[in-house]
């Protein structure tokens, strides 16, 4: 004869549910601030690749206007939200399709576009280069002398380039001002 057989509930004890919780609550800590850093770096990232772009436009104009001929480098803002293209264009900011200035590594155009792509998806790019008492979408860079124009489409002009005019690069309460200087030229990122 055997005696009283015990019944066995199956689960968990509080011993093991709060050993869990307190092993996902470690791992919470450790990486929630890898998660929220990202959005530095991707600032960051897109502030230099600004700051390469618009130093392109500036070496372009200074190249082309050594031949002696007038040389006009657009920073086109306007075309597309959220994208930066260089042309070679005229005194009158007007370009054509063809005229985008190609990036000389891979020898294509390469606007900077954050609107798609891994790395610069979903950052706002906002153009401020400021004439006429306000900020504009599109800055004109010639050499011979040097100068630098401010426009807002074909023929619009604004007069000169003003002080405190960049890119603005904004992902969510964090913001990024790409500078630019009126008077030499000088890109500056933070």
Same mark, same amino acid.
């Given at each position: 004869?055997?005696?009283? !057989?015990?019944?066995?509930?199956?689960?968990?004890?509080?011993?093991?549910?709060?050993?869990?919780?307190?092993? /996902?609550?470690?791992?919470?800590?450790? =990486?929630?601030?890898?998660?929220?850093?990202?959005?530095?770096? !991707?600032?960051?990232?897109?502030?230099?690749?600004?700051?390469?772009?618009?130093? &392109?436009?500036?070496?372009?104009?200074?190249?082309?206007?050594? #031949?002696?001929? =007038?040389?006009?480098?657009?920073?086109?803002?306007?075309?597309?939200?959220?994208?930066?293209?260089?042309?070679?264009?005229?005194?009158?900011?007007?370009?054509?399709?063809?005229?985008? /200035?190609?990036?000389?590594?891979?020898?294509?155009?390469?606007?900077?576009?954050?609107? #798609?792509?891994?790395?610069?998806?979903?950052?706002? &790019?906002?153009?401020?280069?400021?004439?006429?008492?306000?900020?504009?979408?599109?800055?004109?860079?010639?050499?011979?002398?040097? !100068?630098?124009?401010?426009?807002?489409?074909?023929?619009?002009?604004?007069?000169?380039?003003?002080?405190?005019?960049?890119?603005?690069?904004?992902?969510?309460?964090?913001?990024?001002?790409?500078?630019?200087?009126?008077?030499?030229?000088?890109?500056?990122?933070?």
């Amino acid at each position: 004869m055997a005696g009283p !057989q015990r019944c066995r509930l199956s689960g968990f004890s509080l011993a093991e549910m709060t050993i869990s919780v307190a092993i /996902i609550a470690v791992i919470a800590v450790v =990486a929630l601030p890898s998660m929220t850093a990202h959005e530095p770096n !991707q600032l960051d990232l897109a502030a230099e690749e600004v700051a390469s772009a618009l130093r &392109l436009a500036v070496s372009e104009s200074r190249r082309l206007g050594a #031949t002696g001929t =007038a040389t006009y480098i657009l920073v086109d803002g306007k075309t597309d939200i959220n994208k930066l293209h260089l042309y070679v264009s005229n005194g009158m900011a007007q370009i054509s399709p063809s005229s985008e /200035i190609k990036d000389p590594l891979i020898k294509m155009p390469a606007p900077v576009d954050t609107s #798609t792509g891994h790395v610069l998806k979903g950052i706002t &790019l906002t153009p401020l280069f400021n004439g006429g008492g306000q900020p504009r979408p599109q800055l004109l860079i010639t050499q011979n002398p040097a !100068q630098f124009k401010v426009f807002d489409g074909t023929g619009n002009d604004h007069g000169m380039l003003q002080p405190n005019s960049g890119v603005q690069l904004s992902l969510g309460a964090n913001t990024v001002t790409v500078s630019f200087n009126e008077l030499t030229g000088l890109v500056t990122r933070p």
